[in-house]
C-alpha cells in the first residue's frame, strides 16, 4: 500500500477530487486546509501559501492512476500548483474490525 500526500491550489481540490470520485476503484480522500511554504522563485523570502493537502491510502496498483487523477485535474502551469509524496504504508488497521493492511482501507461487502 502507498500514501499519497498531495498539496493543491485551493481552487484546483474540488477538481481532483470529483475526478478522483468518478474513477472505477474510487479511495478515500482525508482533506485538509494548511498553510506553509517552500522555495520562492527567484530567492526572495519566503511567505506562506494556502494549500489544500489531500492524503489518500491505495493499493500499489493505483498509485499510477491516482497521480495521474491529481497531475490532470490540479495542474494551471503556473508556479506554485504543488507537490505529491508517495510514501509506504507498512499497516492500517480499521478499528471497528480489527481489520488489517488492504482490507481496512476499502469498504466492506456488508455495511
Known amino acids: ?3 499519497i500526500k498531495a498539496f493543491v491550489r485551493p481552487h484546483q481540490a474540488d477538481h481532483v477530487i470529483d475526478a478522483l470520485e468518478s474513477s ?3 479511495p478515500g480522500v482525508t482533506v485538509s ?3 506553509g511554504f517552500g522555495h520562492p522563485k527567484g530567492g526572495g523570502p519566503a511567505r506562506l501559501t494556502e494549500r489544500t493537502k489531500l492524503e489518500i491510502v491505495v493499493p500499489d496498483d493505483q498509485v499510477e492512476d491516482v497521480l495521474s ?3 490532470e485535474h490540479a495542474r494551471t502551469g503556473r508556479f506554485g500548483d504543488g507537490k505529491i509524496f508517495v510514501s509506504d504504508v507498512a499497516d492500517a488497521v480499521r478499528i471497528r474490525t480489527g481489520e488489517r493492511g488492504a482490507a481496512a ?3 466492506p461487502e456488508e455495511a
Open 24 to 26: 472505477p476503484d474510487s
Open 33 to 35: 486546509d494548511v498553510r
Open 1 to 3: 500500500m502507498k500514501e
Open 105 to 107: 482501507v476499502r469498504f
Open 69 to 71: 487523477a491529481i497531475i
